[in-house]
């Protein structure tokens, strides 16, 4: 079985795994880390959102072969320690507007969320409506206004 060696959540890891196994199920069977959900597989609905180097992604759409031991995988267990807190500020707004109804898929919308902050923050600017609207995460509880809610709040603190 080939090795496979990166970062997750600031530790590194080496697995032994077929190079065509998503990173999803390295993460969640393997390395036992359940964040990411796993919600369609086809990198759809987006249950899985973590972070490949920053940017935000659906490890249930990259092969572990396409990693690279400097590559950094942070998932929401990971999210707290990027400022050093028990809690980020985007997972506090989550608790505060009480989003969260069966909670499937809250990880990779907060992960979603956080993403979409920074890139605006980074552009100089607010978020928008529109902003908000790019966010693809699918909701089945549809807890939407919730989420847009908390994403705003969120915003602010961070």
């Not at 572990?64 to 980020?88: N, S, W, Y």
Request: glycine content about 8%; some cysteine; charged content about 20%.
């Amino acid at each position: 079985m080939p090795e496979h060696t990166f970062r997750v959540n600031g530790e590194q890891v080496t697995v032994n795994v077929a190079d065509d196994v998503r990173l999803l199920w390295v993460l969640r069977d393997l390395l036992r880390i359940t964040g990411p959900k796993y919600g369609c597989g086809i990198n759809v609905c987006k249950a899985c959102t973590s972070y490949l180097n920053g940017k935000a992604v659906n490890p249930c759409a990259i092969p572990v072969k396409d990693l690279q031991p400097d590559d950094e995988v942070t998932t929401i267990e990971g999210l707290p320690a990027t400022v050093g807190a028990d809690l980020h500020p985007m997972q506090q707004a989550w608790l505060d507007h009480d989003v969260a109804q069966c909670g499937y898929c809250q990880p990779g919308q907060i992960m979603a969320a956080v993403a979409l902050v920074e890139r605006v923050a980074a552009e100089g600017r607010t978020i928008t409506d529109a902003d908000l609207d790019g966010i693809r995460n699918i909701c089945r509880c549809g807890t939407y206004f919730r989420i847009r809610e908390a994403i705003r709040a969120g915003a602010r603190n961070m």
